[in-house]
């Protein structure tokens, strides 16, 4: 948590990257604008309940009209909607650790809302989103469905051809982390800063 502090550790004040004077009225006027107060909260967690609720629904309509039922083939065998109940990770890795995977997406939860308040970048904002979305998705069929509180099993249904079964969480958490590798390439940091190594 400490690293990720110090990563979007930037302070509230607009002029905190710089050296405390303000900028010229020009430079002012080339500078981005960025999300700052309620509207860049308001991106991250409009993402996070827009993939939250996503998945959700999706997988509200597995449960009630596949589970228990014949795969349907939506592009022949190549992809089919399966439902199946995952303890694991994504994809169904690691079954064996339900607990450890419950702990470590409430952290994720946590260690995100925390630090939502230092983020001065859009990209970012909807990177956490999806993150933060996909993390909660899977977190609440951990806590309500069935072995048990903390134990419980993930709904995935998504099944490509030679590849494991997924569900939207998983894609959200999937596409948050490829935009945020993209984002770290580009030198693009959490605080709307452009760093150039």
Known sequence: MAEAERIIG????PDA???GEERPEADQERAPERPRGRRRIAVLFAV???AYLLDLVSKMIVVAKLEHNEPIEII????RFAAIRNAGAAFGFGEAFTVIFTVIA??????????ARKLYSLPWAVALGLLLGG???NLTDRIFRSPGVFKGAVVDFIAPKHFAVFN??????VCGGILIVILSF???????TVHKD
């Not at 022949?76 to 992809?79: F, K, N, S």
């Not at 939207?168 to 958490?173: H, Q």
């Open 10 to 13: 930037t302070p509230d004040t």
């Open 17 to 19: 990257a710089g050296d």
């Open 48 to 50: 996070a309940a827009f």
């Open 76 to 79: 022949g065998d190549w992809l």
């Open 106 to 115: 409430a952290a994720v939860i946590v260690v995100i809302a925390r630090l």
């Open 135 to 137: 993390a909660l998705g």
């Open 168 to 173: 939207l969480a998983d894609s959200a958490i």
């Open 186 to 192: 580009r030198g693009l940091d959490p605080d709307g």
